[in-house]
């Protein structure tokens, strides 16, 4: 199947910096990316859609201010976790789809804020 | 409102054959995924029905029936390493997908 390279894997960082995670279609254009949360022992919780070129569309109760996303490519989707929080510590999905297709998962990024 | 069910856990024997039932309540439907998700790693593509059915592949198929609103995974053979959480998905009419919460499968010797 198609692949989408997420990083970083894992990050740690100090509560009030920002993080960005990246993801990159590699052999496909993602022409819609999702970003998800996942807290343990719980399902993919979808945080917000974006399509290339535009603005990125947010689930309800998800702060666009603070979790910005960029999808200035059909290639790549950038998440920025601004002025991040320990209870922001979680789990990070990123998927890319083209068209209706099925969505292919980056590796995921374990954020820890201490 | 939109709903996915699915078990929470299910504990299986080794060599055995599991069936993980999905029942789903959507507004619109273009298609059901199963994803097997392993613990701290991100969910990898299993199956993806959108008609009526059942889909085979290798030691995993996939049913549909759309007007029960009902899927099931079926795993054969089971081998430790199929321990994990699979998790139902379906694409509503904006094509957005609908998570399940997951069923943690545990495999015994």
């Known amino acids: 199947g198609a692949v989408v390279s997420q990083h970083p894997s894992w990050v740690i960082c100090k509560s009030g910096t920002s993080v960005k995670i990246e993801c990159r279609s590699l052999d496909f254009q993602a022409t819609t990316m999702f970003w998800y949360r996942q807290f343990p022992k719980q399902s993919l919780m979808l945080m917000a859609t974006s399509n290339e070129g535009s603005k990125a569309t947010y689930e309800q109760g998800v702060e666009k201010d603070k979790f910005l996303i960029n999808h200035a490519s059909l290639t790549l989707s950038t998440l920025t976790v601004t002025s991040a929080h320990p209870e922001d510590s979680s789990f990070y999905i990123c998927?890319?789809?083209?068209?209706?297709?099925?969505?292919?998962f980056g590796q995921g990024t374990r954020l820890t804020v201490v | 409102g939109q709903n996915i069910d699915q078990p929470t856990e299910m504990t299986a024997t080794e060599g055995a054959i599991v069936q993980i039932n999905c029942t789903y309540q959507?507004?619109?439907?273009?298609?059901l995924f199963w994803y097997q998700q392993h613990a701290g790693e991100a969910p990898t593509f299993l199956s993806y029905n959108v008609l009526d059915g059942l889909e085979e592949k290798g030691r995993f198929s996939s049913f549909l029936s759309r007007s029960k609103g009902y899927s099931y995974l079926l795993l054969k053979e089971l081998q430790m390493k199929d321990s994990a959480s699979y998790l139902c998905?379906?694409?509503?009419?904006?094509?957005?997908?609908?998570w399940g919460a997951g069923t943690k499968l545990i495999i015994k010797p």
């Open positions: 959507t507004s619109g439907f273009n298609g």
């Open positions: 998927s890319g789809r083209t068209g209706e297709t099925e969505a292919f």
């Open positions: 998905a379906v694409m509503d009419s904006n094509y957005q997908l609908i």
